[in-house]
Structure formats: structure tokens, C-alpha cells
């Protein structure tokens, strides 16, 4: 069963940074795609960054586009996503999710389910 452990959240004011990091089980770790995705109170799921299995390309959303970073780690099973120049629109609750297709087909079709408790950042002054 697919697992995942996100940690890195916190609070942060805005210009801040924060390195969010997500552990996974269950799957073969390289060979799906992956991503982070965000649910900001009030609102559905968001995809912000995806990697994919591969080649290590990626997918951003406009919001994040150069501000987040994300990369993988497969040895470690780990997923990570530094954000920089945090806003308060960043706030929300992450998570980490797989899937086997491309990068940006994982995170502009939001997945239904997500295996982990999220870790919550929040940007405020």
C-alpha cells in the first residue's frame, strides 16, 4: 500500500524558505513520477511541482515557477521541494503523491487520493 511521510512545514514570513521533504513505501520508488501538491483552506488540491521517473524533468505551476525546486532522491526513497521567496498565497498543506505518466500529467490531473498526513506551511508575517 502506497505510504508517504511529509515533513518541513512550518511557519515562515514572506521572502522566507522552507525544504519540504517526503519519504515513500510501497512502490518502486523509480520508476513513478512525482510530485507535491497543495490544498490552501477553502480550495481543492493544487499541483505545484512534478518530477519525472526517467530523465528527472520537471513541471512547475505558474504560481511557483522559479521559487520551487524539486528533486528526488531514489536510493533515499525521498522527494523534496525548496521553496524560496515564500508568499502567503503559499500557505496550504503539502503533499506527495506518484503516479506512473508524466510529470506534467500528474500535476495538472490532481490525484483523487493522497497516502500521507501533508505537512502544513504557513507564510505570514
Known amino acids: 500500500q502506497l505510504q508517504f511521510v511529509e515533513s518541513g512545514g512550518g511557519l515562515v514570513q514572506p521572502g522566507g524558505s522552507l525544504r519540504l521533504s517526503c519519504v515513500g513505501s510501497?512502490?518502486?520508488?523509480?520508476?513513478?513520477?512525482l510530485g507535491w501538491f497543495r490544498q490552501a483552506p477553502g480550495k481543492q488540491h493544487e499541483g505545484v511541482a512534478c518530477i519525472n521517473d526517467n530523465d528527472g524533468s520537471t513541471y512547475y505551476s505558474e504560481s511557483v515557477k522559479g521559487r520551487f525546486t524539486i528533486s528526488k532522491d531514489n536510493a533515499q526513497k525521498t522527494v523534496s521541494l525548496q521553496m524560496n521567496n515564500l508568499k502567503p498565497e503559499d500557505t496550504g498543506i503539502y503533499y506527495c503523491?506518484?503516479?506512473?505518466?508524466?510529470?506534467?500529467?500528474?500535476?495538472?490531473?490532481?490525484?483523487?487520493?493522497?497516502w500521507g498526513q501533508g505537512t502544513q506551511v504557513t507564510v505570514a508575517s
Open positions: 503523491a506518484v503516479r506512473r505518466t508524466a510529470a506534467q500529467t500528474l500535476c495538472i490531473e490532481t490525484p483523487r487520493n493522497f
Open positions: 510501497g512502490f518502486t520508488f523509480p520508476y513513478y513520477t
